[in-house]
């Protein structure tokens, strides 16, 4: 089983649309999670950090189940602008952090 | 001003040749790592080094070596490259070690070997 596994999607959604990806995680003790995002051909940047409580930063909301293992992001009202690829972040105990293989997201006008 | 840069960021080459790949970050970080992103665009990281010493070492063939002369620069030396080795490579640096903090990446080195 991988550490880190997310849907390759892709996800077409409508401009306006809401939508949501989640990522599944295999170590229990895993202790920080993150989502980046990576624009074609471009490097992957942060773009939030998923707190137990969740957090929300404008359209997108971080939520983070550790009963169920895994962690969603919740786009609203997307922009053209979010079409990217989405990747989930897990660190372990021991130094060890995984990344997803990534979510594709385009936003169709 | 820069954050974390890479050069060539480009590069070509054919099999069997020796080639290295430059990283500098600005930040006053830490740590520092190699990443490899291939074609199914999965990233996998390859080395880790803080404060200029090898923490993370994944299963990369010893073809590749990492070199970190302080701990705002780490290299990466291939030798005799294979096609196989095509990929995109991403320097990243974080604060700290441990996954723990955000990791601010490179703009990439697209190595295509022919």
């Known amino acids: 089983r991988k550490e880190v596994e997310q849907d390759p999607g892709p996800f077409n959604v409508p401009e306006g649309a809401t939508v949501a990806f989640n990522c599944t995680y295999s170590n229990s003790a895993s202790q920080s999670f993150f989502w980046y995002r990576q624009d074609c051909r471009k490097e992957p940047k942060l773009l939030m950090s998923v707190y137990s409580s969740g957090n929300e930063d404008g359209r997108f909301t971080a939520q983070l189940n550790r009963a169920s293992q895994y962690i969603s992001l919740l786009i609203r009202d997307s922009k053209l602008s979010d079409s990217a690829t989405y990747l989930c972040?897990?660190?372990?105990?021991?130094?060890?952090?995984?990344f997803g293989t990534g979510t594709s997201l385009t936003v169709i006008p | 001003d820069t954050a974390v840069s890479q050069t060539p960021k480009y590069l070509v080459t054919q099999m069997g040749n020796d080639k290295s790949i430059k990283c500098e970050q600005n930040?006053?970080?830490?740590?520092m790592y190699w990443y490899k992103q291939d074609s199914k665009k999965f990233l996998k990281i390859m080395f880790s080094y803080n404060n200029k010493e090898l923490i993370i070492n994944e299963t990369v063939p010893n073809r590749f070596s990492p070199k970190s002369p302080d701990k705002a620069h780490l290299n990466l030396h291939i030798n005799s490259l294979e096609l196989g080795d095509s990929a995109v490579y991403f320097c990243?640096?974080?604060?700290?070690?441990?996954?723990?903090?955000?990791?601010?990446f490179g703009p990439g080195t697209r190595l295509t070997v022919t």
């Open positions: 930040l006053g970080h830490d740590t």
């Open positions: 990243a640096s974080s604060q700290a070690p441990g996954g723990l903090y955000e990791q601010y």
């Open positions: 972040v897990v660190n372990s105990p021991g130094n060890q952090f995984y």
